[in-house]
């Protein structure tokens, strides 16, 4: 078995949609990003990668390829998911947290971890998400922008891994 951590943080963009574990939360009020700015996709992808010792998403969805262009990083994430199929890896199970002052999570999350669960054919009890602010310190407090941490195990499917 092997663990991996991810990371990612993205500033609020107003006139875009806000797309959070593959779920619109918001037409309006969204992320600025190169893809749909799914920042809990995104740090969930960089644990998945990492686990495996693999690139991060960066390397394999560059922002400078227009094929990426507002991209839902749902779709990204089936990809990963095949990369690690590809690299005799499955996925053993996710945890997650969004770290965000607004807006409020917990009306979202069963959504969030089903649409996650499907992409990574888990059953969505191996799916973790919590949500939590960041009592109005940085840039998360200031209502700046949303942050994501996630941790993923994996198994090697060869055991020469």
Same mark, same amino acid.
């Given at each position: 078995?092997f663990a991996?951590i991810?990371?990612?943080?993205?500033r609020?963009k =107003?006139?875009r949609k806000?797309?959070?574990?593959?779920?619109?939360?918001s037409k %309006?009020?969204? !992320?600025d990003g190169?893809?749909d700015?799914?920042?809990?996709v995104h740090?969930i992808?960089?644990a998945?990668?990492g @686990?495996a010792? !693999?690139?991060?998403?960066g390397h394999?969805f560059?922002?400078?390829n227009k094929k990426y262009? /507002? @991209?839902s990083s749902?779709e990204l994430?089936?990809e990963?998911n095949?990369i !690690?199929k590809?690299?005799?890896?499955?996925?053993?199970?996710i945890d997650? %947290?969004l770290?965000?002052e607004a807006p409020?999570?917990?009306?979202?999350i069963?959504?969030m971890?089903?649409?996650?669960?499907?992409?990574?054919?888990?059953?969505v009890?191996?799916?973790?998400?919590k949500? %939590?602010?960041?009592?109005?310190? /940085?840039?998360?407090?200031?209502k700046?922008?949303i942050?994501a941490? @996630?941790i993923? %195990?994996?198994?090697?499917?060869?055991?020469? =891994?």
């Amino acid at each position: 078995m092997f663990a991996g951590i991810g990371y990612d943080a993205h500033r609020f963009k =107003k006139n875009r949609k806000l797309v959070l574990g593959g779920h619109l939360i918001s037409k %309006t009020n969204g !992320l600025d990003g190169h893809s749909d700015a799914d920042v809990l996709v995104h740090a969930i992808m960089d644990a998945l990668l990492g @686990a495996a010792g !693999l690139s991060d998403i960066g390397h394999y969805f560059p922002n400078t390829n227009k094929k990426y262009k /507002g @991209a839902s990083s749902i779709e990204l994430l089936l990809e990963v998911n095949r990369i !690690l199929k590809k690299e005799k890896f499955i996925v053993n199970n996710i945890d997650s %947290t969004l770290i965000c002052e607004a807006p409020k999570i917990s009306p979202y999350i069963k959504n969030m971890k089903e649409n996650i669960a499907k992409a990574l054919n888990l059953r969505v009890s191996r799916v973790g998400l919590k949500a %939590t602010t960041n009592e109005k310190m /940085g840039f998360v407090g200031r209502k700046e922008g949303i942050a994501a941490i @996630a941790i993923a %195990t994996i198994i090697a499917t060869n055991l020469n =891994k």
